[in-house]
């Protein structure tokens, strides 16, 4: 029995080696890009949060303050 294999499938056969190894690496990039676009969008989700609360902060500490001046000026117009 002769199990010499002809040109043609050792060609084949290293084309479907290249093809299943390109194959697996796209498939791993495109985990790592997955992931890595998951991250920034929780990170920028995080930063956002951030940024609305120190907004609402200053809100919260411009009204306080402007309820002071108002008594402040109330009490040194009484003296």
Known sequence: MNDHLSKSEITKDSLQAAA????TTV???TTIITAA???VAGVLG???TEVF???DSA???GAEH??????AAGDAGDG
């Open 59 to 61: 809100r919260r500490a």
């Open 46 to 48: 995080g930063f956002a």
């Open 37 to 39: 676009v998951r991250d």
């Open 66 to 71: 402007g309820a002071d001046d108002a008594g």
């Open 20 to 23: 299943e190894a390109a194959a």
């Open 27 to 29: 498939g791993e990039v």
């Open 53 to 55: 609360e120190i907004r």
